[in-house]
């Protein structure tokens, strides 16, 4: 019996990249995708530097110290289009932009959200990990606390961009002067918190995570290189 064929997933290994430069990079390419200039989809996989993201949910009480104390850190802090309310990116943590048009993939934003859950709770489950949704939260949980963070805007109202957060080996500390999420009462966790099995290194993170987000979107991973998408993210 003959497979059914899937569009591809265009996956982009970018390293370690601050987070205004990927923000421009997403907002370029989600209106490239949207306008029909870039004909296929991709997943952005990347480690930031440390900054707080504050999306259109948050509330200054949310920020347990103020800003300041953010910024005094040594992190950057931004308030972005994004759902949601603030979080935490950092080092040894595995960040998923995907660019997808879900008119094309028949999902509405609710139906991507779950999705993307389902990838991730997959993801951790194959590392040893429970993992779990908890309603009516939107993201991903375990015994200690919230795995990974969802938050999505769409562009042209057809295009996501933002994405997840997966904690493999952040420092959860970074996570204490903020009500993650806006949730009160509730931490985050890691997976090297839960005893996660074999590399959390954020590449190999972005290895293993690749392909459930491509199968939840009924989607098939290709690897792709980011000169491939040079004149779409140049900087110049």
């Known amino acids: 019996m003959a497979g059914i064929w899937r569009p591809p997933l265009r996956v982009v290994w970018c390293g370690t990249v601050p987070y ?5 990079w ?3 390419l989600a209106a490239a995708r949207a306008s029909g200039e870039i004909e296929e989809d ?3 996989l990347l480690e930031h530097p440390p900054v707080y993201t504050m999306g259109r949910g948050g ?3 949310h920020l347990l110290q103020g800003r300041s104390a953010l910024t005094e850190s040594g992190a950057d802090f931004f308030e972005v289009d994004r759902g949601g309310s603030v979080t935490y990116h950092g080092p040894g943590q595995l960040v998923g932009y995907p660019i997808v048009n ?6 509405d934003a609710i139906a991507y959200l779950r999705a993307l859950e389902d990838a991730l709770i997959d993801s951790c489950q194959l590392l040893g990990v429970d993992a779990w949704r908890d309603s009516p939260y939107t993201g991903v949980w375990a015994k200690p606390g919230k795995l990974a963070a969802i ?3 769409l562009s042209g109202r057809k295009v996501t961009y933002h994405g997840f957060a997966l904690n493999g080996t952040v420092d959860l500390q970074a996570f204490d002067l903020i009500v993650p999420c806006g949730i009160e009462g509730r931490t985050a966790a890691s997976l090297q918190q839960c005893g996660a099995r074999g590399d959390l290194g954020t590449e190999a993170l972005g290895e293993l995570v690749a392909p459930f987000v491509a199968h939840a979107l009924g989607l098939r991973p290709e690897a792709a290189a980011l000169e491939d998408l040079q004149l779409q993210v140049s900087t110049g």
Not at 20 to 24: K, N
């Open 20 to 24: 205004q430069q990927a923000w421009d």
């Open 26 to 28: 997403q907002k370029r």
């Open 42 to 44: 991709l997943l952005l």
């Open 59 to 61: 509330k200054p009480e």
């Open 102 to 107: 879900l008119e094309q993939t028949g999902m």
């Open 151 to 153: 938050g999505v805007k």
